[in-house]
DNA sequence: ACGCGTCAAGTACTC
DNA sequence: GAGTACTTGACGCGT
């Protein structure tokens, strides 16, 4: 199987962010739109310099931040963030599709459908719309936004209930975006999976969560975690920081190839291909620390960051 | 220039 | 009910 390598938001080499922002208090001082402005252009024009860096490295997996427009979920600020930087989306959507590079967008903490409280769940269609508007401005083909299933209120059951209700509250454009991932502490692979198959929508594994909050014999179902995607299916991988009960569920700086390669001979077969969000906090250069690390134990790359399984 | 407390937002746990 | 941890990159104030 092909397998293509991606990671998160920010590129270590070129040492440039596209997740500038300005806390609200301070925007609340004096309603600087201008300072707004020009963090978001600063974003935009930082986030093509990253995508060129994609292309010239052959990546052709990468996550977008959710920093990328501050201040754009925030209730009783109303501004323009799509239209009024267009060209700019449009320039930056077109080097993507032009390279066929995978973009997907993963909302953070405040993101939470199940939840017991209606505010919390409103601030969450207008989280999901940000996203589905930058991923539209993109012009982003297979928009792609993971979601855990989030709170546990009330237990497991009643919560993934509230998530199944919610989802269904949600307005289809979006509603054909999510897809679920297991989390590290309640809803482990066989939740998700369910849940999944129930919605019709993809499960994304993260291996990690899984090792966390596990279930015995996963390799009883990748097969079926890989079909519930309709085009080449995805997963995240990563190691753990340390090995005490604290640090476990954090993420390392780098991957650790043994557990690596003892993955790849989990999926080996089961899939044409496969595409893999490295999520380690070295970013790009724990992607391509790997892939020395791959070369070195005799996998054949195809070019410098997908290689066969 | 650098360091450290803080940041809009949630949930879960302890006391 | 209040406080804290979790988690995270970046802000922004103080030095």
């Known amino acids: 199987m092909n397998i293509r390598l991606g990671y998160v938001s920010i590129s270590k080499t070129l040492n440039i962010t596209c997740s500038k922002t300005i806390t609200y208090s301070n925007f609340k001082k004096n309603n600087d739109l201008n300072k707004l402005d020009k963090i978001i252009i600063e ?6 310099k990253i995508i060129d860096y994609n292309i010239k490295n052959n990546i052709h997996f990468y ?3 959710s920093k990328l427009i501050p201040l754009a979920t925030i209730d009783n600020i109303d501004f323009d963030y799509i239209n009024k930087y267009k060209k700019y989306y449009q320039k930056i959507g077109q080097k993507i599709n032009e390279h066929q590079i995978r973009i997907d967008v993963h909302p953070d903490q405040f993101c939470v459908l199940n939840s017991t409280k209606s505010e919390v769940v409103k601030n969450t269609h207008k989280i999901l719309e940000y996203h589905y508007n930058i991923l539209e401005a993109l012009n982003i083909k297979d928009k792609v936004i993971i979601l855990h299933v989030g709170s546990s209120v009330l237990g497991k059951e009643n919560s993934i209930k509230r998530f199944i209700n919610n989802f269904y509250k949600l307005p289809s454009h979006i509603r054909k975006c999510i897809v679920i991932e297991n989390d590290d502490k309640i ?4 939740d998700c999976l369910n849940l999944c198959k129930q919605l019709n929508i993809p499960f994304i594994l993260d291996y990690h969560h899984h090792i966390c909050n596990s279930i015995d014999n996963i390799e009883d179902y990748l097969a079926d975690i890989f079909n519930t995607w309709k085009y080449i299916p995805k997963i995240h991988f990563s190691s753990h920081k ?11 700086d780098y991957i650790n190839i043994d557990d690596f390669i003892d993955f ?3 999926i080996k077969g089961l899939n044409d291909n496969l595409d893999i969000m490295i999520e380690a906090k070295a ?3 724990a992607l391509f620390k790997l892939t020395r690390l791959l070369k070195y134990n005799n996998y054949k ?3 410098e960051t997908t290689f066969i399984n």
């Open 301 to 303: 790359f195809i070019d």
């Open 43 to 48: 974003n935009l024009n930082n986030l093509e």
């Open 283 to 285: 970013k790009d250069e």
């Open 187 to 190: 809803y482990n692979v066989l």
């Open 264 to 266: 790849l001979n989990k």
């Open 63 to 65: 996550r977008l931040t």
């Open 242 to 252: 340390a090995n005490t009960k604290k640090d476990f569920r954090s993420h390392h």
